[in-house]
């Protein structure tokens, strides 16, 4: 089992910048498929990024594909998002989440942290 912690939230002017990073404890982190995803209120949850256990292999959604990056260091046993050029509707409720399944087969994530949020003001 893996427990996962997320950080790096807060407020950031739109157009601005941010790295949220997800720290994985309990099991080494190369084991897993990891994934970003947000919630903003009154709405579901949604995906926004996906990365294979080996980093070679990224997905994203398309309304932050080309602004958001996802990445990992699994020596540091972390993933990180970098969030660049951020919109108000980014603002939501950002967690990470961890399968030890190969990224394509993953339909819904076993593991899930408690998120940390990200609020972007106009």
């Known amino acids: 089992q893996v427990q996962l912690v997320e950080s790096g939230g807060g407020l950031v002017p739109a157009g601005g910048s941010l790295r949220l990073s997800c720290a994985a404890s309990g099991r080494t982190l190369s084991s897993y498929s990891m994934g970003w995803f947000r919630q903003a209120p009154g709405r579901e949850r949604e995906f926004v990024a996906a990365i294979s256990r080996s980093g070679a292999t990224t997905h994203y959604a398309y309304s932050v594909k080309g602004r958001f990056t996802i990445s990992r260091d699994n020596a540091k046993n972390t993933v990180y998002l970098q969030m660049s050029s951020l919109k108000p509707e980014d603002t939501a409720l950002y967690y990470c989440?961890?399968?030890?399944?190969?990224?394509?087969?993953?339909?819904?994530?076993?593991?899930w942290g408690q998120g940390t949020q990200v609020t972007v003001s106009s």
């Open positions: 989440a961890a399968d030890s399944r190969p990224m394509g087969v993953i339909g819904e994530y076993t593991y």
